[in-house]
């Protein structure tokens, strides 16, 4: 999972608790750990058995990439075999967090992303990379073009979708609460091309709590999204009842980045003042906490995220 966007130029306070990358896939935390130690074999294995389910791919991958010797290791591995495109993806993403991080120069990054992208074109994990790292750091026309190259490869790619809202919600920061913002065009235009079963349903809700992000920071909305009207509005009204609606059908629980939707919607309901299907959502995510919406605007999230269950669970 990519680092929460920066909130507009405001300080973050550091997360007391760990939130866990990995949620609820057993075989990748396991594979981190490994890989924490220097034994790169269990994530080839891991890498292997993931095969072209790009979301599954770029999920474990991104978190893999987050281990602090991950690059280094990734290195070993290609030294073993010079045309694993795993090992490939691995070091291009792991130097992508690292210039994230300020340890790296964006070049190498870039370089190592297109690498990566050679010698596997139809993976659009090398560019999930690529699109990570100009979305914090490059030019809007080159975003546009990375998320395209994503696209290319695999329509519906989840991670690359929230990225793209996530950009898009902070255009015209400073223009106030617009109805008509573009990111929920973007957003209800996404939903509706994906398949039936997709979880891209629930992105109007993560373009609701995106532009909620902005509006907060610039001062257009208050800090505690649970006494913002932004929630409460009819357009936000119809979002959340539609993507509520969808998943109390949604038979497919084996989507990797699931738990990062249920975390928007039980946000957006807590926030609507809807306790009884925000209970229903905190059950369902268990202890699978993410930073992104709790965090927002500028809050430490697990604290946030544990209030709110709270008054969720006492409410139903």
Known sequence: MSPPPPPLGRGRRRAAHTLDAALDDGELAAARTALAQGRWQTTRSLLARTGDEWDRRG??????ALEPHAAAWARDWLLAEPDSGDAAALLALAQVQRALRGKEKPVRAREACHAAAALAPADPTPWLGLLMLERALGAEEEVFRLFGEVRGRYADHHHAHHLMVARLAERHADAGPDPLHEV???ANGAA????ADSPLAILPVVAHAERYRVLAATGHEPADPAVSGHWTGRRARQVMKAAFDWWLEWEHEGHPRRLVDLNFLA???VCEGRGAE????????GGHVTPVPWSYPDRDPYP???TARAGALGTA
Do not use: G, N, Q
Not at 59 to 64: F, G, Y
Not at 192 to 195: K, L, S
């Open 192 to 195: 509706d091309r994906a398949p």
């Open 184 to 186: 929920y065009d973007f």
């Open 267 to 269: 946000h957006a309901k």
């Open 278 to 285: 925000a209970a229903a959502l905190f059950h369902r995510i």
């Open 59 to 64: 999920h474990r991958v991104t978190v893999l």
């Open 304 to 306: 946030a995220f544990r």
